[in-house]
Nanobody, 112 residues
Framework: VQLVESGGGLVQPGGSLRLSCAAS????????MDWVRRAPGKGPEFVSD????????SYADSVKGRFTISRDNAKNTLYLQMNSLKPEDTAVYYC??????WGQGTQVTVSS
């Protein structure tokens, strides 16, 4: 199993980023997938999840209305579109399969 995140970077407050997670080694379309983040000095925080077929999503209150999770099962890829970014969104963002598999993470820094 391999989960590889990309798309992080430095962005100003109010800006946008799109994270991607390329999955391999398992049947991606069979699994619900999550985005989880970890801010400096804090524990892991659930951000969003999406059902295996993409028909249902959920979000943490802190990102609701600003972030959108999606997936392309034909490309074995999970996405997180992040808009109206705030400094408190600064964290390492991880792709997570709820059988215990994590990616290596991608750093998102929101700062002016």
């Amino acid at each position: 199993v391999q989960l590889v995140e990309s798309g992080g970077g430095l962005v100003q407050p109010g800006g946008s980023l799109r994270l991607s997670c390329a999955a391999s080694g398992f049947t991606f379309s069979n699994y619900r997938m999550d985005w989880v983040r970890r801010a400096p000095g804090k524990g892991p925080e659930f951000v969003s999840d999406i059902t295996s077929g993409g028909g249902s999503t959920s979000y943490a209150d802190s990102v609701k209305g600003r972030f959108t999770i999606s997936r392309d099962n034909a490309k074995n890829t999970l996405y997180l579109q992040m808009n109206s970014l705030k400094p408190e969104d600064t964290a390492v963002y991880y792709c997570y399969r709820p059988t215990g598999d994590w990616g290596q993470g991608t750093q998102v820094t929101v700062s002016s």
